[in-house]
């Protein structure tokens, strides 16, 4: 940490000079133009970035397969805008992967291929993304589907748990977006004046996307345990589907404090959430009690979606915590 003394010049212009160390390590100059934050009661300052947008290159030599496609995915959320993929010679399998990795991402494409290079781009305008809108949609994706593995589940409905499973990349890839948007935030304060949103309410989305995406594994894995399962007991199917609706209002309380503007309003939403873990908690054990009166292999998958929606549940909590936090006095 360095200190300045703030100096009046011209009679009304405070001034104040930068550490040398800072400025060549940054390539601030004489005529460089900077540029400054106001952040509440602080004021941050940056050196304006005028290359636009990010390119990175990564050497995929050594990569193929799942560990390749995670390495572009890393790239994307990192914040890279165009991301270039070189090796001495780029084979089929790793086409493929990288392949896979714009699919499972908004907004990319391949630019250009060569024998020994890929070019991705991110087509969509980082000015025009919203954290809100992606968490938004993250919500109502993780609840229906939550919702609809259980039904699939009790009706034994095979086509609405593989549209439950093909849902799960569609959160996924929401995902992916705000935690792109988020780190973006970190990195630059322009980030977060474009997008119009506190950065501590954008850890707070970021978190509470998280926990959505859980939710949606959570819901794959019912819908997944469904495929294999035929028909179950009449008082268990009942059990299961007022787990779920549990389950639900805990998230729809939670997101709903998470988002509200009355101070409040949220912390009430948030505590009745809270509260509504602990009683799910019991009802839990009720069909835990059904369960021990079913046929092994049966009662272990049935044990299985009980303890998914029960940590769903738990997930929804968590967000619930993040509201409260979020509608607290700070410093």
């Known amino acids: 940490m360095e200190t300045r003394k703030v100096q009046v010049t011209g009679g009304s212009t405070y001034t104040v000079s930068l550490p040398k160390t800072w400025a060549t390590e940054n390539d601030v100059s004489a005529g460089t133009t900077v ?18 947008r990010q390119e990175g290159v990564l050497d ?3 990569l193929e397969g799942e560990r ?17 993929l070189e090796a001495g010679r780029i084979t089929t399998d790793q086409r493929r992967a990288i392949r896979d990795a714009t699919q499972g ?3 990319v494409e391949v630019l250009e291929e060569t024998t020994d290079s890929v070019v991705i781009q991110d087509l ?94 959570h819901a794959a894995k019912i819908s997944n345990i469904a495929l294999k399962l035929g028909e179950i007991p009449e008082p268990v199917a009942e059990g299961l589907e007022e787990l779920q609706a549990d389950a639900s209002t805990v998230l729809e309380k939670s997101m709903d404090a998470l988002f509200a503007d009355d101070t409040d309003e949220a912390n009430r939403l948030g505590h009745d959430a809270r509260e509504n873990v602990l009683e799910i908690d019991e009802h839990t054990r009720q069909i835990d009690d059904m369960l021990r009166d079913l046929e092994p292999v049966q009662a ?19 967000i619930a915590e993040t509201a409260l936090q979020k509608a607290a006095p700070r410093p």
């Open 124 to 217: 969509l305008d980082s000015s025009e993304l919203s954290i809100v809108n992606a968490v938004t949609r993250m919500r109502l994706i993780a609840q229906s589907m939550l919702e609809d593995a259980v039904t699939a589940l009790i009706e034994d409905d095979d086509d609405i748990a593989h549209d439950v499973i093909e849902r799960d990349d569609d959160v996924d890839r929401l995902w992916l977006v705000v935690s792109r948007i988020f780190r973006a935030t970190l990195r630059s304060p322009r980030a977060a004046e474009e997008l119009g949103v506190p950065r501590e309410d954008c850890f707070d989305f970021h978190s509470s996307a998280r926990q959505l995406e859980r939710v949606a594994d």
């Open 35 to 52: 540029e400054f934050y106001p952040e509440d009661d602080a004021l941050l300052l940056t050196p304006r970035d005028e290359t636009g």
């Open 300 to 318: 272990q998958s049935l044990g299985l979606i009980v303890d998914s929606l029960s940590r769903s549940a738990d997930y929804g909590g968590n």
């Open 105 to 107: 991402l908004v907004g």
């Open 68 to 84: 390749l496609t995670r390495a572009v995915m890393t790239m994307y959320v990192s914040g890279f805008d165009i991301i270039r």
């Open 60 to 62: 995929i030599s050594s």
